[in-house]
């Protein structure tokens, strides 16, 4: 057998295994949760959820093992859902803007300069608005036990200049988000192009695009500063990492076990909380230690930005959904 085709049985009887929960410490436990998520091992979100994998076990006394698949290593990040939902694994962290297509009311956080207080990042899991989504979700096959802050900040990267105010935007092909952020990059003549954040790197390095956007720590943690010269940090997105499982699995769970699982997720809610809501002064070093030059845009200087991409975003979210307005009113009482 040649190398290559070594290597892909291997990964073929690697997945097969995972897909059958035949991992080795599976029969240990009574009940298996494969977990799959987009993230690399370094990434702060990567670290939550094996966290939250020990957590699980202590609080469950061994139970219930979660099984961690990172990495798009089983799914790629718009698989998740369906892989959920049908039962090809009971869990998965997804990036809630991964869903607004199909659920475009999850996009209400993408909105630039909204949702991005720390009072109401702290409030948001469990309140109204929150079980709306929740409710969203249900329908759509996936049960949503915990709302996980991914960034509370995002970072403008460039080769040439940096992008800090609406005119550097103009002409620039830059990574986008979602068709609804996007909207808002199209207003300061931008042309965005939508990618999960594990393509982002490449695209950047073979000029598919000439600039990227992602949470500061993920600027970092992708190693963006290895192909981009200028990053400008700013309050402009909260961005969760939904952890969903599937329903079915979910209700043949015995009580206590659902209990024991939803408190080590409220830990995950927790630990995903930025201490404050200031851009976080390590992420930032992290960053220009490796020779990004990276500007914090002052509050005027925010306000400049969400003056030129707001309306045209949120104008863009009402149009969405029925429920678009309802779920705004919601938001602005937290």
């Known amino acids: 057998m040649t190398s290559t085709g070594f290597k892909f049985t291997r ?20 009940f298996t949760m494969r977990l799959s998520h987009q993230f690399p091992p370094a990434h702060h979100s990567a670290k939550n959820m094996e966290q939250f994998a020990a957590d699980v076990k202590a609080a469950t006394g061994g139970k219930v093992e979660v099984q961690i698949f990172g990495s798009a290593q089983l799914f790629k990040p718009n698989q998740n859902h369906s892989a959920v939902a049908t039962g090809k694994v009971e869990a998965a962290a997804i990036v809630g803007f991964t869903l607004g297509g199909t659920i ?30 929740d409710a969203k979700l249900l329908e759509k096959g996936l049960k949503n036990i915990g709302w996980m802050v991914d960034a509370s900040d995002g970072i403008f990267t460039s080769a040439k200049k940096p992008l800090v105010k609406p005119d550097d935007f103009k ?17 300061m003549g931008a042309a965005p192009s939508a990618m999960p954040g594990s393509e982002v790197y490449q695209a950047l390095q073979t000029g598919v695009i000439d600039a990227g956007f992602t949470g500061v720590a993920a600027a970092y943690e992708r190693k963006f500063y290895e192909v981009q010269k200028f990053g400008v940090a700013s309050n402009i997105i909260l961005a969760h990492d939904i952890l969903v499982v599937n329903p079915e699995w979910w209700g043949k769970l015995p009580a206590d076990l659902r209990q024991a699982i939803e408190g080590a997720s409220r830990k995950a809610e927790v630990r995903s909380l930025p201490a404050t809501a200031d851009i976080p002064a390590e992420d930032v070093k992290n960053l220009r230690d490796k020779g990004m030059e990276v500007t914090v845009l002052t509050p005027a200087q925010e306000k400049t930005m969400s003056d030129a991409m707001q309306p045209a975003v949120l104008k863009a979210f009402m149009a969405s959904s029925p429920d678009a307005p309802k779920l705004i009113e919601l938001i602005n009482k937290l």
């Open 104 to 133: 475009p009311e999850l996009n209400v956080t993408l909105i630039p300069y909204y949702v991005t207080s720390l009072d109401k990042m702290k409030k948001f899991p469990g309140s109204e608005p929150a079980k709306m989504l």
């Open 11 to 30: 990964r073929y009887v690697f997945i097969a295994a995972a897909m059958l929960g035949f991992g080795a410490s599976a029969s240990a436990a009574d």
């Open 171 to 187: 002409g620039q092909k830059i990574r986008g988000l979602s068709k609804l952020f996007d909207e808002g990059l199209v207003a």
